[in-house]
């Protein structure tokens, strides 16, 4: 049954997916909260391990579906999420070229567009908002954010030393 109920959330997760993963963090992390039992503090490690793994980060699905139910879940997690959207993608695509230059097509597309930022911006939010409880972790993430803008310095750099500096404040 745990696996049906993964199956049907990370498939609905994907076709909701509007504007890449990161549009839907707020709500994987609430129904990852509510029905699985994950913490916060789980998921945004989880999501830290998508983000320095080579390859798509969405793939931090993988680590969810094995934690709740081990290699199967992680199959099906796999596939729920990342085959509905393809197959989606793969029909509207197709009719997107086919629409040309279409005002239509011009008109979808501008109605997207910020409905897709504002989406990614949220799943920022949500994953920010929770990995940034206590003034330490705030203010790694304050010092992350303002070299990041201002540097070419690769995130993968910041991210590992922040986890770095972290675990020290820790051990202190």
């Given at each position: 049954?745990?696996?049906?109920?993964?199956?049907?959330?990370?498939?609905?997760?994907?076709?909701?997916?509007?504007?890449g993963?990161?549009?839907?963090?707020?709500?994987?992390?609430?129904i990852?909260?509510?029905?699985?039992?994950?913490?916060?503090?789980?998921?945004?490690?989880?999501?830290?391990?998508?983000?320095?793994?080579?390859?798509?980060?969405?793939?931090?699905?993988?680590?969810?579906?094995?934690?709740?139910?081990?290699?199967?879940?992680?199959?099906?997690?796999?596939?729920?999420?990342?085959?509905?959207?393809s197959?989606?993608?793969?029909?509207v695509?197709?009719?997107?070229?086919?629409?040309?230059?279409?005002?239509?097509?011009?008109?979808?597309?501008n109605?997207?567009?910020?409905?897709?930022?504002?989406?990614m911006?949220?799943?920022?939010?949500?994953v920010?908002?929770?990995?940034?409880?206590?003034?330490?972790?705030?203010?790694?993430?304050?010092?992350?954010?303002?070299?990041?803008?201002?540097?070419k310095?690769?995130?993968?750099?910041?991210?590992?030393?922040?986890?770095?500096?972290?675990?020290?404040?820790?051990?202190?």
């Open positions: 049954m745990v696996l049906v109920h993964l199956a049907l959330t990370f498939a609905v997760l994907s076709l909701l997916a509007v504007g993963g990161t549009a839907v963090l707020p709500e994987m992390q609430s990852l909260l509510h029905e699985f039992g994950f913490t916060h503090d789980r998921f945004v490690h989880i999501y830290s391990l998508g983000q320095l793994a080579p390859g798509p980060n969405m793939l931090m699905v993988l680590v969810i579906g094995l934690q709740i139910a081990g290699i199967l879940g992680a199959a099906v997690v796999f596939l729920s999420f990342f085959i509905p959207s197959v989606l993608c793969l029909f695509g197709r009719l997107w070229m086919k629409m040309g230059e279409s005002p239509w097509r011009r008109a979808i597309q109605a997207l567009e910020p409905i897709s930022v504002g989406l911006l949220s799943g920022v939010y949500a920010g908002k929770a990995a940034a409880d206590t003034p330490i972790t705030f203010g790694l993430a304050l010092i992350a954010f303002t070299i990041l803008v201002r540097t310095v690769n995130p993968v750099l910041i991210i590992v030393s922040a986890g770095i500096l972290f675990v020290i404040q820790g051990l202190l």
